[in-house]
């Protein structure tokens, strides 16, 4: 029996290809929640990568997604 585990790395982020996907932010009317996004430019279906709790949440992702201007980022209700 194993009291104490070790905790698993997180997986890698899935690559993106830009022309395929739109870095949004979705943001809940009610509570103000937001999640960063990935949006198919096809379909419109948003794709959760990460909560966002705080400023250097979005800057975060920014990185990931590869946008220089965090204030560029669209939003979605």
Known sequence: MK???KEK???AAPAWPR???EP?????IC???QVACMR???????H????????????????IAGIEDPAS?????
């Open 73 to 77: 980022l669209k939003t979605v209700y």
């Open 9 to 11: 790395p997180a997986p």
């Open 24 to 28: 949004v932010i979705r943001s809940s």
């Open 48 to 63: 959760e990568v990460m909560l966002l709790r705080t400023a250097a949440d979005r800057e975060e992702f920014c990185r």
């Open 19 to 21: 022309e395929q996907y």
């Open 40 to 46: 198919e430019q096809e379909t419109g279906k948003l």
């Open 3 to 5: 009291l104490f585990r």
């Open 31 to 33: 509570t103000g929640e």
